[in-house]
Structure formats: C-alpha cells, structure tokens
C-alpha cells in the first residue's frame, strides 16, 4: 500500500514538472515572437512617421521593388539574427505581408486613439474643431481636432479622426479679452470693470469676487510682467504651484488657452493627407490612410509612449486566434 501511494505522488511530480516545463517553453517562445513582431512594428512607425509607402510594384521572392517596408525589414534582419532567422524559416507567420501590415496600423491608430482620449478626459477644458477637403481621389474627408491643456499646462493639438463619414456638432465658441497682453502692461491702471463683466457673462461659472480679487493682485505685482500672455501666466502659476491660491484666475486661462483662435491644426492634418494620398497611391483604402496620417500627425506622442510597441501587440494577439503565439501563460 505504501509503494502504491509513492508511485501515484511520483506520477503525479512528473506530471507537475512537465506543465511547468511546457509553461516555460511557451512563455520563451512567446517572447522571441514578440521581439521579432517589436521589430516589425518599429519598421511600420518608420515608414509611417515620415509619409513613406510601405508595398511595392511586385513584392514577389526575386523582386528588384520589394518596397520600403519590405527593404527595411531586411535591413534590420541584417543587423538582428533572430530576425533573419524567423524570415528565412517561418512557415507559420512571416509578419510581412499586406493583411498584417493593415492589421498592425489598425491596432496602432486604436492605441494612438486611445491615448488621446485618455489625455483629453484628464483636462478641465476641451475645445473641438472640424474642417473638409477633398482629397486627391476627389472623396471628402472630415479633420475632427481636439485641443486641450495637459499636465504640464503645453497646450495640445490632436487629430482625434479623419474620415468619410459626416458628422455634425454644435459649435459655441466665446472670447475675452480680460487677460491680453497689452493689459499686463499697464497693470497699475484701475482694474478693467467692464472686461469684468463681459468675462463673467461669457463664461458664469466663474466667482466674480475671487476672480476680481486675484487679478487685481496680479496687476499690481512686478513679478507677473515678464508674462507675455495667457499660456506664459497659465505656465508660471502650474510651475511654482498656484492653481489653488490663483483657482479663478487659472480656470480663466485655461479657457482662453483652449479655445482655438485659426484653424492651422486642421489644415495642417489635410496636407498631410495629401502627401500621403497621392494620385500613385490614390486606391488606398480609408482605414489605412487614417492610420498612416495618425502616425505622421502625431509622431511625438508615439515616440513618447514607451510602451506603445506592447500595447500594438497586446491588440494584435487579442484580435483573432492566431497560428503564432503572442499571449503569455
């Protein structure tokens, strides 16, 4: 009896020790894809970041015009071995042709999406701004711009989308001119009462009083004329820790900061949509000239995230059931 419960707990280790074994193996095999899909991506932000086309004329084995994605690929499997060596014997995911390279860029543009919404909802104040154009294949294509005040007090400018598809918002937009330049240069006049009073009918969420209070301080003060404007005072009050002694004053400027006085943000998108969509590339599909534009438009923000390339992949994996393993166990 008792060699019959030692055999039955020894199966039972082996049992154990073999998932274990089979987990790790898993797990490294998990890792060397997502190394090689890493690279993968970097060579599409690559492309993408500097408005380059990614497919050739014949991307076929033995082409003299495999493409920029494809020679690039190439150029860095020269220079890592795990690469070259996952391209030269990969039978079940090379990670090169058309369908992932248009699943990659639409996992990149939810990411980049994504990340622009979270940064936006952390903002008091959010202006939106949209224009038109037509494009080279004479399709409309609608700019939705959002412009808000991270935490540091920059004011951002994002593309949220570009489409076909038309919307429609109601668009209010107000101005003051309580805190212009040419007011902190005669700060020791008498308090402006009649900007006073259009500011506060123009935006009744601020404290009359306390608005009042804080910016006859800041008139009468030396040490706010080196500001120039709205942003340099909004900048100076985040960076020595006054928004809560300055709050009035500090939700004013946000106000002014974040609404938009041209519209360069949505022009700018719409050039960039033209060098893109050329009359060379004028079949591409929408999904994928969003996604390029995206990764052109907002290549800082991008670069800035250090965990971009895992967020792509965490996306990608969850997308479908794949053939290669990219979720860990």
């Known amino acids: 009896m008792r060699l019959q419960i030692f055999g039955k707990l020894s199966i039972a280790q082996q049992l154990d020790e073999g998932y274990r074994i089979g987990i790790r193996r898993h797990n490294e095999e998990v890792t060397k894809n997502r190394r090689i899909l890493s690279r993968i991506i970097d060579c599409v932000k690559f492309c993408g970041a500097f408005e380059l086309a990614l497919r050739g004329h014949d991307e076929s084995e033995g082409s003299d015009n495999l493409g920029i994605f494809r020679g690039l690929v190439d150029f860095v499997a020269s220079l890592d071995g795990v690469l070259k060596e996952h391209l030269e014997n990969a039978t079940v995911f090379k990670g090169t042709s058309k369908t992932v390279q248009n699943e990659l860029l639409d996992c990149m543009l939810s990411v980049v999406r994504e990340q622009i919404i979270q940064d936006a909802q952390s903002s008091d104040f959010l202006s939106i701004q949209a224009d038109e154009t037509t494009d080279i294949a004479t399709q409309c294509q609608l700019v939705l711009v959002l412009r808000y005040i991270d935490a540091k ?8 989308r ?38 506060l009918k123009a935006y009744p969420v601020l404290d009359g009083s306390k608005l009042k209070t804080e910016l006859s301080l800041i008139y009468c003060k030396e040490e706010f004329r080196a500001c120039c404007g709205a942003l340099d005072l909004l900048q100076l009050f985040m960076e020595n820790n006054l928004e809560e002694v300055f709050s009035e004053t500090v939700t004013l400027l946000k106000i002014l900061v974040t609404t938009p006085m041209t519209t360069a943000e949505a022009e700018r998108c719409f050039s960039t949509l033209k060098r893109i969509k050329t009359f060379l590339r004028n079949s591409m599909t929408q999904e994928r000239l969003n996604a390029l534009a995206m990764l052109s438009i907002e290549k800082r923000l991008v670069t800035e995230m250090t965990d971009f390339n895992q967020k792509v992949i965490e996306k990608f994996a969850s997308q479908k059931e794949r053939r290669a393993k990219f979720v860990f166990r």
């Open 162 to 199: 570009h489409t076909l598809e038309r919307f429609s918002f109601t668009d209010h937009l107000v101005s003051a001119t309580l805190l212009q330049a040419d007011r902190f240069e005669q700060y020791t006049m008498a308090f402006p009462e009649d900007a006073l009073s259009r500011t």
């Open 153 to 160: 007090g920059n004011v951002c400018d994002t593309i949220l």
